[in-house]
């Protein structure tokens, strides 16, 4: 799926599109133009266009097999069914999900010796640094020296949705915590992992001359970018 969430979601304002689409959700099978059609009461014909638009949207896809998965003498008629997708939009950016994902990863993973919280920084950093790896390999920067660093770092986070900023004295402040309500509970752990996280991000990127610091402010990310080492 090519489009971004926003407009995804943005294909369901339409109500006979929101009709069509809560009914394949409900019945859970492939289903046809006309059975769709049918149940809210509109034309095969444009529920064929609806149907396609949110097959263009990723939120359903079509193919051409029997309604049930039985057989069909002749040309089988075009089917809609859900598309494998989860679809979340959230104004600011807002990545809970992702801090669950490092704490179940960090209790499965717990090595003899470690606390829970040096498992999550650890799984934090490890996840991190992965993400960056998968960015940089997709991307193919060659080598980084502090700029090209900082401003790739810039474009990775801001896909992300940490909404960096670059500032006049250099810094990259993070204006937007996708953790925000989980760091308004437990800041310490939550920044703790969240800095370990961009840590590994660093890593992942091979950025040069970029260190991820823990400097909290009000409302933004409590971590800012900063020319200078990377850390160990």
């Known amino acids: 799926m090519n489009n971004t969430p926003v407009e995804a979601v943005a294909v369901l304002a339409d109500a006979q599109r929101r009709g069509l689409f809560g009914f394949v959700r409900r019945v859970r099978r492939p289903v046809t133009r006309e059975e769709a059609a049918a149940a809210v009461g509109i034309s095969a014909k444009l529920a064929a266009f609806h149907l396609d638009k949110l ?67 650890r799984t934090a ?45 250099g810094e990259v402040r993070l204006r937007n915590c996708p953790f925000h309500q989980l760091a308004a509970r437990e800041p310490d752990l939550v920044c703790g992992i969240n800095h370990a996280y961009l840590g590994g991000v660093l890593a992942g990127l091979e950025a040069t001359g970029v260190d991820a610091v823990l400097a909290p402010r009000p409302g933004e990310c409590c971590v800012e970018l900063r020319p200078g080492p990377r850390p160990a």
Do not use: M
């Open 125 to 169: 950093r490890e996840r991190g640094r992965e993400w960056g790896a998968g960015e940089r390999a997709r991307i193919r920067p060659g080598r980084l020296g502090p700029e090209r660093s900082l401003t790739l770092t810039e474009a990775t986070l801001d896909r992300a949705g940490f909404e960096p900023a670059r500032t006049a004295s």
């Open 55 to 121: 097959v263009a949207a990723g939120l359903l896809r079509a193919g051409r097999e029997g309604p049930g998965g039985l057989p069909r003498v002749g040309r089988r008629p075009k089917v809609y069914e859900l598309a494998e997708v989860d679809i979340r939009v959230s104004i600011p950016e807002r990545r809970p999900d992702l801090i669950a994902e490092i704490l179940v990863d960090a209790v499965v993973t717990q090595q003899p010796g470690e606390d829970a919280r040096a498992a999550a920084l």
